[in-house]
């Protein structure tokens, strides 16, 4: 290790940020640092997996566990999203994600998160649509990440991650989440939009605000606060939008809207919802596979040792990423119809989350689920993009930014050595961390 113990452990890159206490949101919930129960200690008629602060600590494997094994659809009378269903296995949430005609996304009926949406901000996206008026705005923004694309981008997106990796500070510990992660994919976001370089850090914001409401840390003025930041954010891009509507077409996403026959009219709250969804969409998901695949070889040495051996196991490594990371836990739909499940009746209209972590290691699909291992032969079945028609339409720029990244890092470093053990995001939805200190060992 290049610096001593002490200058490590005074330095401000190993202070963990604190998280302050808070409310919790639903009578039963833990507060914060309360310990969680294992979930053998716990009913499974009432079993409620959306708890923030058991995600905050990374306690959820042993409940998703027995939900699989005990009670694949599982009903939670009550949490503070209200009543859902949880579907648990590989092949039930394959069966829900392809099953559009029965389970909507749309935000008519709830969107695609548990709980019901802010009557008096609806922001409808296109995530959160059923057909046909997905596909038609789905289409009109394919383009920005459409093969064409990722080849012109590729050389931008080397260099940015060259210069970034070359200007990390080696031998010292820093947060791989704010200095690599977050910075990368904001760079990435910023070049999607056209959005002005050096103001990129306001996607950043815009992106934990929206997913952190009921976070005091992210949005201590809660509803209210959260509310003024979307309005900036929705008046900084109406502005961007109708400059683009009044210059020639381009190949950015807003560009793309301000121009595509079907989302030129778009109404203010419809085009927040779209830049919310591919601000999200962009940047919590890529930036929490950076930060997952430093963790995961740090915590499967062997598996690092693989890739040191031989680099062209990067492809490969990445899908495995996405799969052990699932930087999204969950997608929701909302049911059209009675629907028969496993002996269960899902009523129409009630919520369903589709637990994409637990199919993602769900012992009746995948070999040792719980390994990381970065060889696995059929890693890129994972459902970390979930499945169907709403299936990420950023996957590929996903795994191309992951995979230039790794490229580079081994052409630079010996091995980046995680010092302890990484904060995480509290909530379900985005599972990912908020600071991870590491050092950079020079090859
Ligand atoms: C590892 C990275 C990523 C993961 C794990 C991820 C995950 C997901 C998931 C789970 C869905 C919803 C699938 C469903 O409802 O069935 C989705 C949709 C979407 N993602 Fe990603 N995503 C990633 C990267 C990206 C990137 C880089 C972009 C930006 C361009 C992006 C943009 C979108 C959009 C626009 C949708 C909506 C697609 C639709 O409704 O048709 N994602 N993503």
């Known amino acids: 290790m290049a610096a001593d113990t002490a200058q490590i452990f005074d330095h401000p890159a190993l202070q963990r940020p604190k998280v302050s206490d808070r409310e919790p949101l639903h009578p039963g919930y833990l507060r914060v640092g309360e310990d969680v129960p294992p979930a053998s200690a716990l009913d499974i008629t009432t079993m409620d997996i959306v708890d923030p602060e058991v995600?905050?600590?990374?306690?959820?494997?042993?409940r998703l566990e027995r939900l699989r094994n005990e009670d694949p659809v599982h009903f939670t009378p009550d949490s503070f999203v209200g009543p859902y269903w949880s579907v648990t296995r590989y092949e039930d949430i394959m069966a829900i994600d392809t099953d559009h005609k029965r389970f909507s996304s749309s935000w008519e009926h709830?969107?695609?998160?548990?709980?019901?949406?802010?009557?008096?901000?609806?922001m409808p996206m296109f995530i959160a649509m059923d057909e046909p008026r997905h596909s038609e705005q789905r289409i009109t923004v394919q383009p920005a990440v459409a093969p064409n694309m990722l080849k012109e981008y590729e050389p931008l997106i080397r260099s940015r991650t060259q210069g970034l990796l070359d200007s990390l500070p080696v031998g010292e510990p820093f947060d791989w989440v704010d200095k690599v992660s977050v910075e990368l994919t904001t760079m990435m976001l910023a070049t999607l939009f056209d959005y002005p370089f050096e103001r990129r850090r306001d996607l950043t914001r815009w992106s934990d605000v929206s997913t952190n409401m009921n976070n005091p840390d992210i949005c201590p003025g809660g509803e209210e606060q959260w509310k003024q930041e979307m309005m900036t954010c929705l008046t900084t891009f109406m502005g961007i939008f109708?400059?683009?509507?009044?210059?020639?077409?381009?190949?950015?996403?807003i560009s793309l809207l301000a121009h595509g026959e079907k989302t030129r009219n778009m109404t203010p709250m419809e085009l927040l919802g779209n830049v919310i969804l591919l601000i999200v969409g962009g940047n919590d998901t890529t930036r929490n596979s950076m930060t997952g695949s430093v963790y995961a070889l740090n915590k499967f040495p062997a598996e690092y040792e693989k890739l040191k051996a031989d680099h062209s196991l990067i492809p490969n490594m990445v899908s495995e990423t996405i799969r052990w990371q699932t930087p999204l836990a969950f997608m929701r739909r909302t049911a059209l119809e009675d629907v028969e499940m496993h002996g269960k009746t899902i009523k129409k209209g009630d919520q369903v989350a589709m637990w994409y972590v637990s199919g993602n290691r769900d012992e009746r699909f995948w070999d040792h689920p719980n390994d990381f291992i970065i060889d696995r032969a059929n890693a890129r079945r994972h459902i970390s993009f979930g499945f169907g028609i709403h299936r990420c339409v950023g996957n590929r720029l996903a795994e191309l930014q992951l995979q230039i990244l790794w490229q580079e890092i081994?052409?630079?470093?010996?091995?980046?050595?995680?010092?302890?053990?990484?904060?995480?995001?509290?909530g379900a939805f985005v599972k990912g961390y908020t600071w991870m200190p590491v050092i950079c060992h020079p090859k």
């Open 55 to 62: 995600w905050r600590q990374g306690k959820y494997w042993d």
């Open 110 to 122: 709830g969107g695609i998160t548990l709980g019901a949406p802010l009557e008096d901000f609806e």
């Open 242 to 253: 109708q400059e683009r509507g009044a210059m020639p077409e381009k190949n950015d996403l």
């Open 410 to 426: 081994m052409e630079r470093f010996s091995h980046i050595e995680v010092l302890a053990e990484p904060s995480l995001t509290s």
